[in-house]
């Protein structure tokens, strides 16, 4: 029944988790490539911002520098000289001052052959060609910024570089006194912004997207989760009620089939059945030393019960319901299989509960299965074995427990324990413990049995206290 549980528990289900998850997925990719493209987004953006404001301080620069700088030496010392350190304390002056607060790493002043002859560090000045592209395009009157990254191979893989500078390279031109910055190029100024503290926090703010999205991501795979095993739960359930419900329709048609068949012969087998055995009976009578007519009537009893049990199982059982105890029915049980509990030897102990409450129930009906059940136990325990019946009860339900020190029961018989004609008994009916179990869910309750842990059979029942079922009173 597991098999076909889960069978048919994943027809319909597996699609809509296919999905499900499928669906996660391309939404948490999803997720990871709109964060990655907004960091990307917000790289740009930081950088058009930062060579943006470059360019304004170089205009600033270039205006304060040809104004406080390079018409005073002009004026003064006749061309611009800043080897001289009057020259050169001037213009580290006025550079200082007009970059004074604003976030500037280096600058570096190339003249026209391309050697640096202003710089905030000192051991660069005299350099020559060390401006590269970014310098030559400066001298052609372009303005240009460019990021150069520094760091292994990982840091640049997941864009977390471990240095980030923005270097601009403008052209530094004479003013006119009407149109501004638009005058002969007297040189190159390259400004170096350090970009790394805001590119490590863009980077950190990157991995917090990602760890959100995959928190999130994962709180709805949770939730999905449950949901999916809840809607399994509910299909298993469905399923479990339906197969039952198969089971029992199935049954009810053998059973339905099964009494016709027997009534039918009963009736026929009955009636001669019963000439038999009072002619046997009359028979063994007239002679007593003969012991034929014995074996006759011996036989034929046998064959009635047979015909009884058969006429119990199939037909439809309706409890004639009253109060009655629990307790008093196993007692009388014990007390009927006394002779063959004292034959084998073994014993039966009792673990009754205090104060349990009558139950609504056909006690006759009840006596039969549970003598049934003592029954089997004698013959499944060895000689000086023991049977134990105990008892429990909690709100509206109670519970009955049958257990025995026997072999227990293979795999293969509990698969078929309830099959009608399964037997493993010589002269058994395998009528046995269907008959046991119909009287127990005629009174809306429950059976099984299992093999103990060591070795042996636990049965348990479960009965309702109240019962509702139509009398046939």
Same mark, same amino acid.
């Not at 012969?265 to 012991?291: M, V, Y």
């Given at each position: ?324 105890? @629990? ?6 049980? =014990? !007390? ?5 509990? /004292?034959?084998? +030897?073994?014993? $039966? %102990? ?88 119909? @009287? ?6 429950? =059976? !099984? ?5 060591? /070795?042996?059979? +636990?049965?348990? $029942? %479960? ?11």
């Amino acid at each position: 029944m597991p098999d076909i549980i889960n069978a048919e528990k994943v027809k319909p289900f597996r699609l809509v988790k296919y999905f499900t998850f499928s669906s996660l997925v391309v939404i948490f990719i999803g997720a990871l490539l709109l964060s990655l493209l907004n960091i990307h987004w917000t790289k740009k953006m930081v950088l058009k911002k930062s060579a943006t404001y470059a360019h304004l301080l170089i205009e600033n620069l270039n205006h304060q520098v040809y104004k406080q700088f390079i018409i005073p030496v002009v004026l003064k010392f006749g061309k611009i000289q800043l080897r001289k350190p009057e020259q050169f304390e001037l213009m580290d002056h006025v550079v200082k001052s007009t970059l004074h607060s604003f976030e500037v790493d280096t600058v570096n002043f190339y003249d026209m052959d391309g050697t640096i002859a202003y710089s905030f560090d000192k051991k660069v000045v005299g350099l020559d060609n060390t401006g590269g592209s970014g310098y030559y395009k400066a001298v052609r009157g372009v303005l240009n910024s460019d990021l150069l990254e520094s760091g292994n191979y990982f840091q640049l893989l997941i864009g977390a570089p471990k240095k980030s500078l923005l270097v601009t390279f403008s052209p530094i031109r004479a003013e006119e006194p009407l149109i501004g910055l638009s005058g002969p190029i007297l040189g190159v100024v390259e400004i170096v912004q350090d970009l790394s503290d805001d590119y490590k926090n863009i980077f950190r703010f990157q991995i917090l997207v990602i760890l959100t999205s995959s928190a999130v991501m994962g709180l709805i795979f949770i939730a999905l989760r449950n949901m999916v095993k809840r809607g399994e739960n509910i299909i298993e359930i469905r399923t479990k009620e339906r197969i039952k419900l198969k089971e029992q329709l199935n049954r009810a048609e053998k059973l339905s089939a099964l009494g016709e068949l027997i009534a039918g012969i009963s009736h026929e087998i009955r009636n001669p059945l019963g000439i038999i055995i009072s002619s046997a009976e009359l028979l063994q009578k007239k002679l007593p030393d003969n012991k034929i007519p014995s074996f006759i009537v011996e036989e034929s009893t046998r064959l009635n019960n047979i015909l009884t049990e058969f006429l119990n199982f199939a037909k439809p059982l309706k409890p004639n319901l009253s109060s009655c105890s @629990i307790h008093n029915i196993l007692d009388k049980n =014990i !007390t009927a299989i006394s002779s063959e509990t /004292k034959e084998k +030897k073994c014993v $039966i %102990e009792k673990k009754f509960c205090k104060n349990m409450p009558n139950i609504t129930a056909d006690a006759d009906m009840l006596y039969q299965a549970f003598l049934n059940l003592f029954i089997n136990a004698t013959h499944a325990v060895s000689e000086q074995g023991k049977i134990c019946v105990y008892t429990a009860f909690s709100k509206n339900r109670i519970n009955i427990f049958f257990e025995d020190d026997g072999p227990g029961i293979t795999q293969e018989l509990l698969n078929k324990i309830w099959e009608p004609f399964y037997t493993t008994k010589e002269k058994g009916t395998g009528l046995g413990l269907g008959i046991v179990k119909n @009287i127990i869910e005629s009174h809306n309750g429950f =059976i !099984t049995i299992e093999n103990k842990n060591i /070795k042996g059979v +636990k049965i348990a $029942i %479960e009965l309702p206290i109240f019962n509702t079922i139509e009398s046939q009173a």
